[in-house]
């Protein structure tokens, strides 16, 4: 079992659409959270970091519940610049990232 | 551009011969870490290094895996006697370590696609 587990999708949604993201970690240990979003061929970069009293950017909405191991994310009125590969990201101990293998997101006009 | 750098942006060699790839971290950043991605997956941790000190290696980093920061700035990756199965990503990351040993917000650089014939 992989430590980070995600729906690899594609989620396939239209333009204006809200669309819920879930990730799983298997550590207890884990200590940092985080979503990472990746354009094609390019690298990853930093969407947000995930907090248990959950957080919230803009149209986008991040949640951790420790207890479960689970940690979602919620963007609202979808635009089409925001199909990526989404990437949920643990970190244990300040050092390593520790990546799902990412949700595809296709937002269509 | 001061963000991280990594040369060269895209290599393909034939089986059996050695490659270096270089990144160089943002500038005020003591750590350094090295991932590697394939098709479909996301990264997984290679090694990083605090300053000039190596101070994890992930299972994966084989005997013909080498990573140096010799100077505590940039960073070389060698791969020897390369396989088709190390064809992927490689990516190079720093950040600013903090005390207790948390990390703030690694940075990626646009990474070194490797294509073994």
């Known amino acids: 079992r992989k430590e980070v587990e995600q729906d690899p999708g594609p989620f396939n949604v239209p333009e204006g659409a809200t669309v819920a993201f879930n990730c799983t970690y298997s550590n207890s240990a884990s200590q940092s959270f985080f979503w990472y979003r990746q354009d094609c061929r390019k690298e990853p970069k930093l969407l947000m970091s995930?907090?248990?009293s959950g957080n919230e950017d803009g149209r986008f909405t991040a949640q951790l519940n420790r207890a479960s191991q689970y940690i979602s994310l919620l963007i609202r009125d979808s635009k089409l610049s925001d199909s990526a590969t989404y990437l949920c990201v643990v970190n244990r101990y300040g050092n390593k990232l520790v990546f799902g293998a990412g949700t595809i997101l296709r937002v269509k006009s | 551009d001061t963000g991280v750098s990594q040369n060269p942006r895209h290599k393909i060699t034939k089986r059996g011969q050695n490659v270096t790839f270089r990144c160089d971290p943002i500038?005020?950043?003591?750590?350094l870490y090295w991932y590697r991605q394939t098709l479909g997956q996301g990264p997984e941790f290679l090694t990083y290094f605090q300053n000039e000190a190596q101070l994890e290696k992930s299972r994966l980093l084989s005997d013909r895996f080498s990573a140096e920061r010799p100077k505590g700035s940039f960073s070389t990756l060698e791969i020897q006697r390369t396989e088709q199965g190390d064809s992927a990503m490689y990516l190079c990351?720093?950040?600013?370590?903090?005390?207790?040993?948390?990390?703030?917000?690694?940075?990626f650089g646009p990474g070194t696609r490797l294509t073994v014939l």
């Open positions: 990351a720093s950040s600013v370590g903090q005390r207790g040993g948390l990390s703030n917000e690694q940075f």
């Open positions: 500038s005020e950043h003591n750590r």
């Open positions: 995930v907090y248990s």
